[in-house]
């Protein structure tokens, strides 16, 4: 069954610096997106992506956060300068355009 | 706007039921329903389109009332695979099919 993949598991970086986290969807899929959970909560948006484009962005996707699929396949999240609050779970999901997203096992963030 | 989730916790002995509700101010377009275990992504349950539509996954069953702006999760007989976080993610119909989470709701089923 196809799914959803991320890479790295698990990233720790020191606060400032540059992480990009990657992600390949379904293939077959149009619509990407990018969620992230902190430690207890719940999972909340932080991007939408078609057309090779950004559809919507929350107010938490502010300038140090770009989104990228820069092949047929990869789709990446770049944070520039992380900072502490930035730790969390981040979740890559896409959708076919039958309205069911399907999740990626996450990249677990720590900012140091 | 967020869903409203509750409750926020559950603890159920194998074979008893529960429900999770999740509400809006405003009529949705539709109700998608996760469960994430300790650690791991959200897997998709089901999904709920139509107001009055009843979806089932194994024993899990939810409803979307006719306004469109409540879905119920039915755990029934619960086993403890059934453990775990329970989302509804909402759409109110924006081009990109993005959801907005509920706070969750724990369900802990013992023996």
């Known amino acids: 069954e196809p799914e959803v993949t991320q890479t790295p598991s698990h990233q720790v970086t020191q606060m400032g610096q540059e992480v990009i986290l990657r992600c390949v969807p379904i293939?077959?899929?149009?619509?990407f997106y990018w969620y992230r959970q902190i430690l207890g909560q719940k999972v909340e948006f932080l991007v939408s992506f078609y057309n090779n484009e950004i559809s919507e962005k929350s107010e938490i996707f502010d300038d140090q956060f770009s989104v990228e699929r820069p092949d047929g396949s990869n789709f990446t999240l770049k944070i520039r300068s992380t900072k502490l609050e930035d730790s969390a779970m981040y979740f890559c999901a896409s959708t076919g355009g039958d309205y069911t997203q399907y999740f990626g096992p996450g990249t677990r963030l720590t900012v140091l | 706007q967020q869903p409203v989730q509750s409750p926020q916790a559950v603890i159920l002995r194998e074979g008893e039921d529960a429900v999770i509700n999740c509400s809006s101010s405003k009529a949705l377009y539709s109700v998608h329903w996760y469960r994430q275990k300790h650690g791991e992504a959200p897997v998709f349950l089901m999904i709920?389109?139509?107001?009055?539509e009843q979806m089932r996954h194994e024993k899990i069953s939810a409803s979307f009332n006719e306004k469109k702006q409540q879905s119920s999760l039915y755990l029934t007989a619960s086993q403890l695979s059934y453990s775990g976080t329970y989302f509804c993610?909402?759409?109110?119909?924006?081009?990109?099919?993005?959801?907005?989470f509920g706070a969750g709701t724990t369900v802990t089923v013992r023996a």
């Open positions: 709920l389109l139509k107001g009055g």
């Open positions: 293939s077959n899929h149009l619509y």
């Open positions: 993610g909402t759409d109110k119909g924006s081009n990109d099919y993005k959801l907005s």
